[in-house]
């Protein structure tokens, strides 16, 4: 019954595969770029899902085969080899059947995209601004493990070191997908470098990791940006400090959820050349706004799914770093290890992993698949 079932859930997808691959290569669609990156979106998903479903027919085939031999056939060889048959496709099928379970649960659209990920220092004033740089070191080696690329695109430095604040883009392959795991309050608890008595402390950081919106998904007229130009401080020789390379944006906008018009105000002073912090600032104001228009929809997911591991909620403490013991403790799936130093570095994938499956997990009791 379950493999029933599952087949008529089934049913159209190989149909639909091949009219997505037949609307991707005409002209029309290809003009509409809002619709041919959909798409080619829908196009990815349904490959892996045709690939396995095919798969899994195939298997059903071969078992449904080996049992007729078994039913009719006398000769002990035949029996043996459908015996083997058999037993290999009963082994194989429940890890397929959970393999497309997965697959036919919708995913979420943001997640192939790349992200802005911002670090703030919280509670706990020097010592926090030195956790936030430390969340920045252990992004960036991951990042690097990952072959992402990551780009600076503003910051503000602590009095004693590290970041009161920071923000970076993430660009490689389903970067938000990954990363938007980490959105929410990161405490740590060590002797802070600024400690005389050896005592610990609890500070804390807040990360909020966003889709970055591409030029297509938010309109902007950019006739009613106001740009000024300055200055940049900082490393980089004479010409950051004389020429004025960085940039301010001031936008109007009206928040369709609210009705209330705000000024958003952005700066960018990650390189030397203006028309690229120009083209950066954009791409922040362009993920700013598309972060508000687009918090309705997370609200509505999160209300529905009601899963523990990314709510979206970025006032949710989801991690402790206690350097006094080693440990590092995720509190929305009880995952603690003991290579607090390791994952400092970097080595995070674990953690996540964790995440992804236990997220998976409660996508499957929802779909009642």
């Known amino acids: 019954m379950a493999e029933n079932s599952l087949l008529a859930r089934l049913d159209g997808i190989e149909s639909r ?15 509409d770029m809002k619709r041919y990156v959909r798409l080619n979106k829908e196009y990815k998903d349904l490959e892996r899902l045709t690939a396995a479903t095919r798969c899994y027919r195939d298997l059903l085939g071969n078992i449904e085969e080996a049992r007729e031999i078994l039913e009719s056939e006398h000769d002990a060889e035949m029996r043996e080899m459908a015996h083997e048959q ?12 959970e393999e497309i379970k997965l697959l036919l649960i919708p995913a979420d659209p943001e997640d192939a995209k790349n992200a802005i990920v911002e670090i703030r220092g919280g509670t706990g004033g020097d010592e926090a601004a030195l956790f936030a740089g430390d969340l920045f070191k252990m992004y960036s080696k991951y990042c690097e ?6 780009a600076v695109t503003s910051f503000s430095e602590g009095t004693a070191g590290g970041f009161k604040e920071i923000v970076f883009a993430v660009t490689g392959d389903n970067v ?99 028309p690229k912090n120009k083209e ?24 529905r799914r009601k899963t523990l591991v990314s709510t979206g909620d970025r006032s949710a403490k989801i991690r402790t770093y206690n350097y006094p013991q080693g440990r590092i403790t995720d ?39």
């Open 17 to 31: 595969f091949e009219e997505v691959s037949t609307l991707i290569t005409d002209p029309a669609v290809i003009a």
């Open 86 to 97: 058999l037993a290999e496709a009963n082994a194989k099928l429940p890890q397929l059947e």
């Open 145 to 150: 493990s990952k072959g992402w690329q990551v």
């Open 176 to 274: 938000y997908g990954t990363l938007k795991y980490e959105s929410g309050v990161h405490r740590v608890q060590r002797v802070p470098a600024t400690e005389t008595q050896g005592r610990v402390h609890t500070s804390a950081a807040t990360v909020a990791v966003l889709p970055e919106a591409e030029a297509f998904d938010v309109e902007i007229n950019e006739g009613e940006i106001k740009w000024e130009t300055f200055r940049s401080g900082g490393a980089g020789g004479q010409n950051v400090n004389k020429v004025e390379s960085g940039v301010r944006l001031r936008y109007m906008w009206r928040n369709p959820n609210t009705g209330v018009s705000e000024e958003i105000l952005i700066e960018c002073t990650e390189t030397r050349d203006q």
């Open 280 to 303: 950066r600032a954009l791409s922040r104001l362009r993920t700013f706004i598309y972060d508000k228009e687009h918090q309705k929809y997370v609200d509505d997911i999160a209300s």
């Open 331 to 369: 509190h929305r799936i009880n995952y603690t290890i003991y290579n607090l130093q390791a994952f400092v570095d970097g080595d995070i994938q674990d953690c996540i992993d964790h995440l992804i499956i236990a997220e998976n997990a409660e996508k499957l009791k929802a779909s009642e698949l």
